[in-house]
Every structure is written in structure tokens, then in C-alpha cells.
């Protein structure tokens, strides 16, 4: 058992920083606690890695790479990565457990949806290791000439606390099948997960140092990694504030960037939709992962004919969300990540009301048992009466709270749907199958959903239009992200270069 698994009689989980293979503390030996949000009572001690421990791992991380990691075949790496898919599934109920203690999410979240969607993004990728293929190019002449596509090295990897271990499964599975190595730092506010797969990496055989897991804060061990100059690649799922930050930093050292920012989608129901499964929909898009969510529909349009009867369903329906113990498998929304996320949903809500805007549910903290008074809750809450262009609508809030705004007609709903910097997913709800795809190559953003909302698939691309970012994840995109183009020339004449004659 390795020093990272111990569990003291305080129930307190310990973990330390791997690297190269091994459990080791942070060579400043700080650490940092923390909390489950439903309780507030700390769940991990967690060794607090630092710039040196970031030198540390990105070092391993290149030895690993020069050494046994590109000599491997791709149908090994393909192989490793399919029996990382294994282990996981084997722990998938441990997993899951502690992913709603570290983040909150509700129990059925984290078994259902995130943990079988970490096992499909490496069984996914684990199959796409053999088929990373260059191309023969017509050049004319006796001439052949064709393409490689290699890894880009030693990659950065810098995650959020909404999907802490899919996040990571998003970053690692496609950079790993491309055979590049990785340094991987989670959020501070769920290292948990994240560390527990570095366990499950050693129980794949993976190569000591392909993998790195360095847990500590954004500002030194986040800022020593994207502008570290050993490394090749930088990816980043955040805030737009520091995604900036992120790509100033690379600029420096001309390190490659890929970034998945934040989101403020337009959820768009029209007047020949399907009420009740645009309510549902609507639901799905705002208070699934209590709001904490890049691609929420955070702003829902409605036409003006269906306000009325749309919004009756929305609040009934609503008011029945079984808001408490994430652990309980009838919960559907647990705890925000932290009391700063809660505080900053609570700031939005007096902004959103000196705006002018109305709740038309939630807005508070709920009541909950003794138990649960120190955790991070607050209720779904619905905002009418709001226009497009106040702050609560531009925003990205990043809880359980929606804007809605209502529309006329087509022209007046592209126009005020599109009016936001970000540009990640956005949803329509008609039975107007013409409608429906005009709306969808009108709309300026990486993802559309048309009468549903939320759905993922690891073979499907994800990813922003505008200030939500660059690059694509998932899907034969995501290649593009971990490899690099090398254009192969070869001479087939057999004769010299006749330029300079003899
Ligand atoms: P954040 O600061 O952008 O955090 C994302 C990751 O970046 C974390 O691992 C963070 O480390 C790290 N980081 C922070 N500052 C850094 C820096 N200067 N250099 C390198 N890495 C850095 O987001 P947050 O503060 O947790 O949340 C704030 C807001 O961001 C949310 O309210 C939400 O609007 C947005 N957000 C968006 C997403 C998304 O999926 N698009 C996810 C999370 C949050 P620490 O954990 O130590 O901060
Ligand atoms: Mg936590």
C-alpha cells in the first residue's frame, strides 16, 4: 500500500504529490485541507505542490518521455490505456463516493454520468492510439512525399472542480494516446479524484513519470506549469479571467495552448415546442451539477406566446428538486464547490435584483437539517423579467441561477442570443425541423442542442467560439490538440539535383 492511501483515525484522507511514479511530499512539505461542501468538515490533507515540485514533475515527465514512452508501440500505449479504463470501472463505486465527498455533486451524478463518462473517454481514446496516421501528398515529379504526426512532447495540463476526474480523463486520454507524457494539476478545491487515478495509473503498469499529479494552487504551482519553459503543450478548462492569463503566460515561451473557458448559453424554446420536454430540458440545462457547468443554459429564451404557461410548469417543477445530502441516491442537487462559489451565486442574486429582475423561485439558501447547515447550499432560482443585456444575463455565475428573457421573432431572438462574449453551446426546443438548423448554423458557439441539452459523447467535439476558448476536446479532434504535423520529402529519381547543373 503506498504512502497515499493511508487513512488516519480521524478519517482525514492524506495524499501526496506523484511524480515519477512515486508518493512524495511537497519539497516545501506545506500542505493544504479540503473541505467536503456539504459538511464542511475536511476531507483530504493534501501535500501542496509548488513551483520546485512542478520542476520536479516536468522533468520526470520529459524523461519519461525521451526514454521508454515514445520507444512503446502504439498498440501497447492503446493496450495500457484500455486496462486504465478497466481498473477504473473495477473502482468505479469508491470513485464516485469520493467525488461527491471532494465537489458535492449528488450521488447519482457522479455514478451515472461522470465515472462511466471517465471509462469512455479512455476506453475512446485507448482504441484511437493506433489509428494516429500521417498522409501521402500528390507532389508532382519523381517525389514522394508524406506526413507524420507525432506527439508534441511533454504537456500541462490545468483542470477545474465541476468535473474534477472527467476533466481530467478529457485532458489525459487523448494527450496520452498521442504519446505524449503529462503534468496534471487539479483544482484546489477537488485534488481528490485526480490523486486517487494517479493510484490507478500504477495499478496499469503505466511507466513511472508518463503521468505526474501535482495538486496545490493556481497562482504558484498553475502558473509555474503554463509558463514553465520544459514544457510543449499547455490545456486549460477554467475561467476566461485566467484562460487569458494561461495564454499571456505561453506566449513567452511559444508553448502551444489549448483552452475550454466559460459559457453563458442561450436555452431557446419557441411556441410550437414540446412543453414538457423543453421544461425538462430547461431544468437539465441550469440545475444539473447545481449549475457548475462552462456549457449551462444559464439564459433561457422564451417566446413571448408561451411565457406564461412555460413559466408555470418551470416553477412547479422546480419546487419539487430535492435539494440536500449529496450522498442520498433521491438527491438531485447537492452543495455548491465552496463557500466562495456561494457567495459570489449570492452576489449575482442582489445584482440581478437591483437590475430590476424578479425571482420568480429560489434566490436564498435552503433549510436543511442540522447536519448539512455548514454546507455550501442554495436553492434553483429562476430570474424573469431580465434583458439580455443586464449583468446577471452577460455574466457567467456559475450556480443555479437562470435568466429569463423573452423574444418576438427569429431575427430579434439570433440577435440576442449571439450578443455575449462567449460562445460554447447554446439550445432550441421547436418541432420546426427548418428552424431548428437555421438556428444552428446561426448561432455563434462550438456546441448546439437541438431539443435536448447536456449531451456528451467522448467521440463528439467540445469546445468554445469566441471567449470560451480554442481548441476542440473529444472526438478525432482532440488529436489535433497532442499531436504535430511532420512533412516527410523523398527522392525517387535517383538522380542529382539538376538546379546548379554539374
Ligand atoms: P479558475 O481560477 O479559472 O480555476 C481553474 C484552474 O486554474 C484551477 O486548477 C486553478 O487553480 C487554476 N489557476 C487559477 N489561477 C491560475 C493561474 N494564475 N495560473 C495557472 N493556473 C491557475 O476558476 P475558479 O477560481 O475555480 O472559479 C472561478 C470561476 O471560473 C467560476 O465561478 C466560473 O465562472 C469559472 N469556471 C469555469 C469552468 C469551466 O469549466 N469553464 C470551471 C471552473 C470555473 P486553483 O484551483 O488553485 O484556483
Ligand atoms: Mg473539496
Redesign the pocket.
Known sequence: MSSAQQVPSNNTRRYQLFIDGKWVDAESGKTFETPNPSTGETLAEVAEGDKADIDKAVAAARRAYEGKWSKMSARDRGRLLYKLSQVIEQHAGELAALETADNGKPIRESTYIDIPQVIENFEYFAGFATKIEGETIPVPGQMLNYTLREPLGVCGQ??????PLL?AAWKLAPALAAGNTVVL??????PVTALELGKLFQEADFPDGVVNIVP????????????HPGIDKIA????????K??AH?AADNLTKVSL????KAPNIVFADADMEQAVSGAMMGIFYNQG????AGSRIFLHEEIKDEFLESFKARVGRIKVGDPTNKETLMGPQ??S??LD?IKSYVDIAKNEGATVLAGGCPPQLDADFQKGFFFQPTIFTEVKNSMRVAQ?????PVTSVITFKDEDDLIKQANDTIFG?SAGIWTKDITRAHRFARAIKAGTVWINTFNMFNAASPFGGYKH??YGREMGKHALELYTQVKSVWVDLSGKPMGWYGK
Do not use: Y
Open positions: 490545468i483542470i477545474p472542480w465541476n468535473f476533466m494539476k487539479p483544482a484546489e478545491q477537488t496545490g494552487f493556481g497562482e504558484t504551482a498553475g502558473a509555474a506549469l503554463a509558463s486549460f478548462t477554467g475561467s476566461t479571467e485566467v484562460g492569463i494561461i503566460s475550454e473557458l466559460g459559457g457548475q457547468v462552462c456549457c464547490v465552496s466562495e462559489q459570489r455574466e457567467e455565475i456559475f450556480g460554447l470560451s476558448g
